[in-house]
């Protein structure tokens, strides 16, 4: 997609160029027929010039396979302006020196091959044009050397001017493009980390649940053979713990579906948000979270395992660093679904703003750092959606956006 994108903006390029091609033969023909007096053969001149209209109306449609469609053009432009030389004067024209612009920009656009074989079609058409061209003759009082002077000297002014503005157009959509390659390399890249964080989590999940399920059959065992209440509560609090290990290892499988029942279900915006604060605070024992809806009416959609993950997530980053008082705020912009999870912590670095949803880029001083936040960014643009973090007077805040039609009930019902 990128490369025809840039491709189209250079035959665009191309086809801009014919257009000032043909009004400046037009009149530099409309200047030696007319003010110099000079007879020319305009029929067949301007019959060039006919062909050359059609072949840019024709290249409007030409882009699937640009670099043949750049080529045969440029071949045409070559012999074109071969004609119109041969017709007015051959290798004595000054304007011989404009087969040095086809020449420049087959060599930034066209593989080598054709570059030399462009410049092998210029030195047979150079070539030729000596013994074989229209000889006109000057009228009284005028002199071949001044008006050659004169005419390659105006050649050279609009060879320079057009190849250096059309050269740094070109060089622009050429930039544009190598960013654009850029920005999809470092995201094959991320998606790559992912892919293997994703393996290595779902294979620590499966060794992880035996001795979990073994752990807690014993806790249970246990709790009913001691009598001490506070060995009890103890024994309650590691079970508690117990669960919620079980729960994320239950997550992960069901994640990277391995875990029965992790197809999407039906459920409401509210329905979700209520349950969602429910278990995250309830796992973490948590009083201070504050949950304000004002997504206004309900509506249908189909919850995926991913949405949560992501959200919990957020909200475990801004308990790490605001363990006190964290707000989650659901809002509806338009058809997109906005959650903002706000903090009282210390608030992003300048460096991790800058650099914000990349893999290790953490002020977390562990292993896995920075990793929630990438997953969830890499996650939320693989929905459509966008995270913008931002600092507030006091804490820091992050929004997450995502299309409604992402989570849409009939999306997933076709």
Same mark, same amino acid.
Request: aromatic share 6%; proline share 5%; hydrophobic share 50%.
């Given at each position: 997609?990128?490369?025809?994108?840039?491709?189209?903006?250079?035959?665009?390029?191309?086809?801009?160029?014919?257009?000032?091609?043909? $009004?400046?033969?037009?009149?530099?023909?409309?200047?030696?027929?007319?003010?110099?007096?000079?007879?020319?053969?305009?029929?067949?001149?301007?019959?060039?010039?006919?062909?050359?209209?059609?072949?840019?109306?024709?290249?409007?449609?030409?882009?699937?396979?640009?670099?043949?469609? $750049?080529?045969?053009?440029?071949?045409?432009?070559?012999?074109?302006?071969?004609?119109?030389?041969?017709?007015?004067?051959?290798?004595?024209?000054?304007?011989?020196?404009?087969?040095?612009?086809?020449?420049?920009?087959?060599?930034?656009?066209?593989?080598?091959?054709?570059?030399?074989?462009?410049?092998?079609?210029?030195?047979?058409?150079?070539? =030729?044009?000596?013994?074989?061209?229209?000889?006109?003759?000057?009228?009284?009082?005028?002199?071949? !050397?001044?008006?050659?002077?004169?005419?390659?000297? !105006?050649?050279?002014?609009?060879?320079?001017?057009?190849? @250096?503005?059309?050269?740094?157009?070109?060089?622009?959509?050429?930039?544009?493009?190598?960013?654009?390659?850029?920005?999809?390399?470092?995201?094959?890249?991320?998606?790559?980390?992912?892919?293997?964080?994703?393996?290595?989590?779902?294979?620590?999940?499966?060794?992880?649940?035996?001795?979990?399920?073994?752990?807690?059959?014993?806790l249970g065992d246990w709790r009913h053979s001691v009598t001490d209440p506070e060995q009890r509560e103890e024994i309650a609090a590691m079970q508690k713990a117990v669960d919620r290990c079980k729960a994320i290892v239950t997550g992960i499988l069901m994640t990277s579906g391995e875990a029965r029942g992790e197809s999407?279900?039906?459920?409401?915006?509210?329905? !979700?948000?209520?349950?969602?604060?429910?278990?995250?605070?309830?796992?973490?024992?948590?009083?201070?979270?504050?949950?304000?809806?004002?997504?206004?009416?309900?509506?249908?959609?189909? =919850?995926?395992?991913?949405?949560?993950?992501?959200?919990?997530?957020?909200?475990?980053?801004?308990?790490?660093?605001?363990?006190?008082?964290?707000?989650?705020?659901?809002?509806?912009?338009?058809?997109?679904?906005?959650?903002?999870?706000?903090?009282?912590?210390?608030?992003?670095?300048?460096?991790?703003?800058?650099?914000?949803?990349?893999?290790?880029?953490?002020?977390?001083?562990?292993?896995?750092?920075?990793?929630?936040?990438?997953?969830?960014?890499?996650?939320?643009?693989? =929905?459509?959606?966008?995270?913008?973090?931002?600092?507030?007077?006091?804490?820091?805040?992050?929004?997450?956006?995502?299309?409604?039609?992402?989570?849409?009930?009939?999306?997933?019902? @076709?």
């Amino acid at each position: 997609m990128t490369d025809e994108v840039a491709d189209g903006r250079n035959l665009n390029l191309l086809v801009q160029l014919r257009w000032l091609a043909v $009004a400046g033969q037009i009149a530099a023909i409309s200047v030696v027929h007319i003010f110099l007096g000079i007879n020319l053969p305009l029929v067949p001149m301007y019959g060039v010039l006919a062909v050359l209209i059609v072949m840019n109306l024709i290249s409007r449609t030409r882009f699937r396979n640009w670099r043949w469609a $750049a080529a045969s053009e440029m071949v045409v432009d070559v012999l074109a302006l071969t004609t119109q030389l041969a017709l007015s004067g051959g290798a004595t024209n000054p304007f011989t020196i404009l087969y040095l612009l086809q020449i420049t920009l087959s060599a930034v656009l066209l593989p080598r091959a054709v570059t030399w074989a462009l410049v092998g079609l210029v030195v047979v058409m150079l070539g =030729l044009l000596i013994p074989f061209h229209y000889t006109f003759t000057l009228p009284e009082g005028l002199e071949l !050397f001044p008006i050659y002077i004169i005419g390659l000297m !105006f050649a050279l002014v609009v060879d320079a001017v057009l190849i @250096a503005a059309f050269m740094t157009r070109i060089t622009a959509n050429l930039r544009d493009r190598t960013q654009r390659l850029a920005i999809m390399h470092q995201r094959a890249v991320e998606e790559d980390q992912i892919v293997r964080m994703g393996l290595f989590a779902s294979g620590a999940a499966h060794e992880l649940g035996t001795p979990l399920a073994s752990i807690s059959v014993i806790l249970g065992d246990w709790r009913h053979s001691v009598t001490d209440p506070e060995q009890r509560e103890e024994i309650a609090a590691m079970q508690k713990a117990v669960d919620r290990c079980k729960a994320i290892v239950t997550g992960i499988l069901m994640t990277s579906g391995e875990a029965r029942g992790e197809s999407p279900h039906p459920t409401t915006v509210h329905r !979700f948000i209520e349950q969602l604060a429910e278990d995250w605070a309830d796992l973490r024992d948590f009083e201070g979270l504050i949950v304000r809806n004002d997504f206004g009416p309900d509506m249908q959609i189909v =919850l995926d395992t991913t949405l949560t993950k992501m959200l919990m997530n957020v909200l475990d980053n801004a308990y790490e660093v605001s363990p006190q008082w964290v707000r989650l705020t659901v809002e509806r912009a338009g058809d997109d679904l906005v959650l903002i999870v706000e903090d009282r912590g210390p608030g992003f670095t300048p460096e991790i703003l800058a650099d914000i949803g990349r893999p290790y880029r953490s002020t977390k001083d562990r292993p896995g750092r920075g990793l929630g936040l990438f997953l969830t960014v890499s996650a939320l643009r693989k =929905l459509g959606g966008d995270v913008i973090v931002a600092n507030r007077p006091r804490g820091a805040e992050v929004t997450l956006r995502l299309p409604l039609e992402s989570l849409a009930l009939r999306r997933h019902d @076709a």
